[in-house]
């Protein structure tokens, strides 16, 4: 059973870093795309980063710059460290996984259930 748990989430002031980890089980994440979305109060979810088994990443043009992932296959483990954060950021926070697709538009495989990251200003 495929299991993808983030964590990292909390409560940080504008211009502040978080760093969320998604520990995937029941799959090897090195053979998966990686992503991470986010969901904000009242909004559709949206790619903010995506990180290919080829090594190809991608960010949505709010997070360049600011946002970056990265990957651990030996925990296998993938991480979203976020700087410099703004009131904007402000949204539930997913990983996921797809075994086919990458991109910030995919319809992934898998979904963790997600944590919440809220930026006061």
């Known amino acids: 059973q495929v299991q993808l748990v983030e964590s990292g989430g909390g409560s940080v002031q504008a211009g502040g870093s978080l760093r969320l980890s998604c520990a995937a089980s029941g799959l090897t994440a090195s053979d998966y795309c990686m992503a991470w979305f986010r969901q904000a109060p009242g909004k559709e979810r949206e790619g903010v980063a995506s990180s290919n088994s080829d090594g190809t990443v991608n960010y949505a043009d709010s997070v360049k710059g600011r946002f970056s992932i990265s990957r651990d296959n030996v925990k296998n483990t993938v991480y979203l460290q976020m700087n410099k954060l703004k009131v904007e950021d402000t949204a539930t926070y997913y990983c996921?996984?797809?075994?086919?697709?990458?991109?910030?538009?995919?319809?992934?495989?898998?979904w963790g259930t997600g944590t919440l990251v809220t930026i006061s200003s």
């Open positions: 996921a996984a797809d075994s086919v697709f990458c991109g910030l538009r995919i319809q992934p495989d898998y």
